[in-house]
């Protein structure tokens, strides 16, 4: 029991230590791309530091929401980090208090306190953000659910753990159409939910395009980096949700020894590098959509949603 | 031999997603290159079926599809069609797209209601469970592409998608399927594409665009 314990204090950890070496492969690896230098790979750290060494600056008309927010969307994360299985393939201890939809909604709560801070302000920009990023919002939920729906019909259970078994045994699963259609479909939420090309551009710096960076335009200091470092943790969260559930379901710990642990703690590490060589190929790939096409985009992955489904029921 | 099935169950999902690309993307040339790709899946489906109850027939339609369909089609495509007409996007559908999206999505459900009794009756293994379903969904979404698009060359990518759909279905029903009706049909779609080609780029050079929807009303001079 203790260990359990401290496997999902590890699983936190390595969730918080990680999530800002994943953004800066992928920013550093865009670069490459473009065939530019690109920053280092350690980049995110530095930029955590500096922004923790300086002063906070809060505006006067703000109400406890806006000095609120930061908070919740550092430790909503956390939460989710404990329900699904980053390092073990069995249970730890907190991995019965909720199951994907749940953890859907800690990570929703954090992106509904931003945009109500973004709002807060009364600064343009943040409430243009903050609408945008509902639209999208509101468009991802249904898509969101429906993938909830065909997981629980293949699994009958939406808790990660036993969803990451179903997948895998017996091997045919993997290979059915509803398990191919299920995992196109999360990767188009996942681009609209963390606002990556084709939804919207990251390293786009022009306030009027902005869709997700521009809801922490306000934020100075602590409360910019708590910001930033909960934004990288929840695309870390989303993409290991893709990875060790959805995905590929191997290489993680099934003994409760250390070494076992550590292993899985590079595997995963393996295993977040492709999907963001993956990402790297979408983003140098793709141009950002207009505004009123991301429509377009959100219709398809609901319509790719409810045909996984389909195939699901009727197989 | 399970790998073969789960082979073909992959296939059979791209496939229906490439179906679905088909009938939502915008641009001409990325919309061609999903038609490759779902050509190539149904080739793939093709040798797998051809593979685990060993059959000429179904080897020579994987075959014939990968050389006429991958391959020769594409390629006449683009000889026949200057690379204007590519790059073009399609900006106006007779129905929008979240609204064609989701009347594919009826269709499927459709197909899929339809191919019960078919899917029932069929052993856990068998290729039928994949292949009716998803070839029946891609028949039907080529046949909406081909109502829903105004450009020629889109128009003709949701026939021969409707044929693809036909082809993914009839492989696992139909194993004996003559080889002379296979080789009849693919010279078939050939000669197809090569008039509808040839017709489109008259039209093109003619009136400067390929755009189906203006044909609908008359004009004695050329539309600018």
């Not at chain 1, 000095?67 to 939460?79: E, H, K, L, N």
């Not at chain 1, 559930?245 to 003994?255: D, H, I, K, N, Y």
């Not at chain 2, 008259?202 to 390929?210: F, I, L, M, P």
């Amino acid at each position: 029991m203790v260990k359990h314990i401290l496997f999902n204090i590890l699983q936190v950890l390595v969730v918080m230590g990680f999530s800002p070496l994943a953004v800066g492969v992928l920013n550093c690896l865009k670069e490459i791309v473009q065939s530019k230098r690109g920053p280092s790979i350690f980049q995110p750290y530095r930029d955590l530091r500096k922004l923790f060494a300086k002063d906070e600056v809060v505006a006067e008309e703000s109400s406890w929401i806006f000095r609120v927010t930061p908070y919740i969307v550092f430790v909503a994360p956390i939460f989710v980090a404990l329900l699904i299985p980053v390092l073990t393939s069995y249970p730890l201890f907190w991995a019965f208090m909720g199951d994907m939809v749940g953890a859907g909604f800690v990570l929703a709560l954090g992106g509904f306190f931003a945009a109500l801070a973004a709002v807060d302000t009364a600064n343009p920009y943040g409430s243009m953000g903050a609408s945008r990023t509902r639209m999208v919002g509101f468009l991802a939920e249904p898509v969101f659910l429906i993938v909830f729906f065909s997981v629980s019909f293949v699994a009958d259970s939406t808790i990660p753990y036993i969803v990451q078994q179903k997948w895998v045994t017996p091997m045919a699963n993997f290979f059915e159409p509803s398990h191919i259609l299920l995992l196109v479909a999360f990767i188009m939420l996942i681009l609209a939910e963390k606002g990556r090309i084709p939804v919207d551009n990251p390293s786009g710096h022009f306030e009027l395009a902005m869709i997700e960076e521009s809801k922490d335009l306000e934020y100075s200091g602590r409360g910019a980096a708590l910001m930033k470092w909960g934004g990288w943790m929840k695309f870390f969260v989303l993409m290991i949700v893709f990875s060790n559930v959805l995905l590929t379901p191997w290489g993680l710990a099934s003994t409760m020894d250390w070494g076992a642990i550590l292993l899985a703690i590079l595997l995963v590490m393996i295993k977040i590098l492709f999907f963001i060589l993956f990402l790297v190929l979408v983003e140098s790939s793709l141009a950002k959509l207009r505004l009123f096409r991301i429509s377009e985009f959100m219709s398809a992955a609901f319509v790719i949603a409810v045909i996984s489904m389909l195939t699901s029921v009727f197989s | 031999m399970t790998y073969i099935v789960n082979l073909n169950a992959l296939a059979g999902g791209l496939f229906i997603i490439a179906a679905f690309g088909i009938l939502a993307t915008r641009q001409i040339r990325a919309c061609l290159k999903l038609f490759i790709l779902q050509s190539l899946l149904l080739a793939a489906s093709a040798l797998l079926l051809g593979l685990s109850p060993f059959s000429i027939h179904l080897m020579a339609v994987a075959a014939i599809n990968l050389v006429t369909k991958v391959f020769f089609l594409p390629w006449l495509l683009r000889r026949l069609l200057n690379e204007e007409v590519y790059t073009r996007r399609e900006i106006s559908q007779a129905i929008t797209i979240p609204s064609a999206l989701l009347i594919a999505l009826v269709l499927t459900i459709g197909a899929y209601f339809f191919s019960l009794s078919w899917v029932e009756t069929a052993s856990a293994a068998s290729a039928i469970r994949i292949n009716v379903p998803i070839g029946l969904a891609g028949l039907l979404i080529g046949a909406l592409t081909l109502t829903t698009r105004r450009e020629a060359v889109s128009q003709l990518l949701g026939l021969l998608a409707m044929e693809n759909g036909a082809f993914f279905a009839g492989i696992a029903i139909a194993q004996g399927l003559p080889l002379i009706a296979e080789l009849a049909l693919a010279f078939d779609v050939l000669v197809l594409i090569f008039v509808a080609g040839v017709l489109t780029r008259a039209v093109h050079e003619r009136t400067g665009s390929t755009a189906v929807g203006r044909l609908s009303s008359l004009r004695e001079e050329p539309h600018e």
